[in-house]
């Protein structure tokens, strides 16, 4: 049985970051992105019946050491919860570069929580197809869904994505690749030293839901501005809890803070653009459709032969068929 899936990266406006479980992938706050159109990862599992073990590869390069346990782990989940004990083959191509804070795990998990679901036969309902891309990676289960999505914190059972509505809202992203090597440490790392020793988690906790309350209702009102600006702040929150984290956790670099400069020139010239930042020195900026030229052409102008990469609003996973 082969079944092959497509999904699609998020972008969050107000950030994940943070567990309060870690076996079960359950964060400590709520979070709400927007899924992309761009950089989908296709991702095709095959159940092997005469296999003694999972195997991966990655664009046709087999996956190795801890990127394999990875996947293997959340092969086993899926396995045991279909009262399985076949192996299976997993063949995956991203088109975005991978481990540069452009949450290519996010696409990554959706798609193969959704294939590999499939091809062991559970019929599942899109929560607990979120609730079980979870596991593999936090943001995994925003990704299950289109559009606007907000993934609730709670218990295993309580925590997954739903999308929401978005009338008259259209939102661009202009992702300015920096730097697209692999990041100095991984986010589950990150995140569990700034939880550990960070003096400001505490206080990054307790703003988080009244920030997605408020995101909730510039959502509603269509209020582009309050959802720039709640979004860039957040953002802001976020890499402050890290920097209080021992040792310290920084993910910026000098072009990090350049391009936070000219998303401010955007502003001041009339250009409605925000900033936002992930676990890396990538800068996205959200803006209306309609300005992403300009957002990059002022890019392009500050960092010469940047890659720009421009999303709108993108759909979530989908069976795509049952072979690649
Ligand atoms: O899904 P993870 O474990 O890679 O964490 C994602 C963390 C951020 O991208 C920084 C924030 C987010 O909500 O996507």
């Not at 661009?172 to 995140?191: F, N, Q, T, W, Y």
């Not at 992930?278 to 459709?289: H, I, T």
Request: glycine share 8%; hydrophobic share 45%; proline share 6%.
């Amino acid at each position: 049985m082969s079944v092959t899936a497509v999904a699609h990266p998020n972008i969050a406006l107000i950030k994940y970051w943070g567990k309060a479980d870690e076996r079960l992938s359950l964060p400590a706050t709520g979070s709400l992105s927007l899924t992309l159109d761009i950089a989908p990862t296709r991702t095709t599992v095959t159940l092997d019946p005469s296999a003694d073990q999972h195997v991966a590869s990655w664009s046709g390069e087999p996956m190795t050491g801890s990127e394999l346990e990875r996947v293997s782990a959340f092969l086993d989940l899926v396995a045991e919860r279909a009262g399985s004990r076949t192996r299976a083959v997993v063949e995956t191509a991203n088109e975005i570069p991978t481990g540069a804070g452009l949450a290519s795990s996010a696409a990554g998990f959706a798609a193969l929580a959704a294939a590999a679901s499939a091809a062991y036969g559970l019929a599942l309902s899109p929560r607990d197809l979120s609730r079980l891309a979870r596991r593999g990676s936090g943001s995994a289960a925003r990704s299950v869904f289109g559009g606007l999505v907000q993934w609730h914190a709670g218990d295993d059972e309580g925590s997954f994505a739903e999308p929401i509505d978005a009338p008259g809202l259209d939102l661009a992203l202009v992702v300015a690749v920096l730097a697209p090597g692999r990041k100095a440490i991984g986010s589950r790392e990150a995140m569990r030293r700034t939880v550990a020793t960070s003096p400001f988690f505490g206080a990054w906790v307790a703003s988080v839901p009244g920030e997605l309350d408020a995101m909730r209702a510039a959502i509603a009102r269509a209020d582009l501005t309050a959802v720039g600006e709640l979004t860039e702040a957040n953002a802001m929150r976020m890499h402050a809890t890290m920097l209080g984290a021992v040792p310290p956790v920084r993910y910026w670099n000098a072009d990090t803070v350049a391009a936070l400069d000219v998303v401010a020139q955007c502003r001041r010239d009339g250009v409605e653009a925000y900033a936002t930042i992930d676990a890396g020195p990538n800068v996205k900026v959200l803006c209306r459709p309609e300005a992403t030229t300009a957002v990059a052409d002022r890019l392009r102008a500050a960092f010469a032969d940047v890659d720009l990469l421009v999303s709108g609003s993108g759909p979530g996973v989908r069976i795509v068929g049952p072979a690649a």
